[in-house]
């Protein structure tokens, strides 16, 4: 898929410039327990996925990026764990 044809899913804001194409969201939750909870969710899926997105955080929100995995466009797999990322925020342990 080429990268100009990517649509990011709901809430991802895709960006382009002179680095690789990325996409990113902000998540935020009530406190910082939940939001360390996400935090272990997202550690899981990337070792098991591989992958490892920019993450910054504080006591309740953490702001994710996805950039390309091959360096030049977002792909089917970008999609798939942005998308992985979203479930994992609406879960509650």
Do not use: C, Q
């Not at 406190?31 to 504080?58: K, M, Q």
């Amino acid at each position: 898929m080429a990268d100009s044809d990517f649509v990011a899913p709901t809430g991802w804001e895709s960006t382009k410039g002179s680095a690789s194409p990325s996409m990113s969201k902000k998540f935020t939750f009530d406190r910082y327990g939940v939001t360390r909870e996400f935090l272990d969710r997202v550690a899981d899926l990337s070792e098991a996925d591989g992958y490892h997105p920019n993450i910054s955080f504080g006591t309740t929100y953490v702001n994710i990026t996805i950039d390309a995995r091959n360096g030049e466009s977002l792909g089917e797999a970008d999609r798939v764990f942005a998308e992985t990322v979203d479930r994992l925020a609406l879960m509650e342990d």
